[in-house]
């Protein structure tokens, strides 16, 4: 038997952010293809957009967000909380790991970063 994936922090933001587009355009009895014609894009996209499996450009955003009369703060507030409670999360675990594997993973985390 499968077990479904859990989604990373990043799916996770862009599942909440389509949850926020789609809740949004449906308080402002806009269907789909309406945000779409109006953001100039297709209703697919609308659509991937508010599963969380796309994401839209920054401008994109912005379009959407002036076209629900929102602020993309609006649309970002729930995401941003996540991320925040994910930073912390990663904090108070690197703060219970000795201080040698500490280092450790602060050099590996500059050898991931050099890898660019």
Known sequence: MEHAKKPTTAEELGIRLG?????????KRMTQAM???????????????????ALPSLLR?????????????D?????????QDTERSV????????PADQKLLGQISGLLRNRK
Do not use: H, P
Request: negative net charge.
């Open 19 to 27: 949850q926020k587009i789609a809740r949004y355009r449906k308080e």
């Open 35 to 53: 945000l779409a014609e109006i953001v100039c894009v297709d209703k697919e996209t609308i659509s991937r957009f508010e599963r969380g499996t």
């Open 61 to 73: 955003l912005f379009e959407i967000a002036q076209a629900l009369e929102v602020g993309v703060g």
């Open 75 to 83: 649309l970002l507030a729930e995401a941003s909380s996540l991320a």
């Open 91 to 98: 904090a108070g675990i690197f703060d219970e790991i000795s």
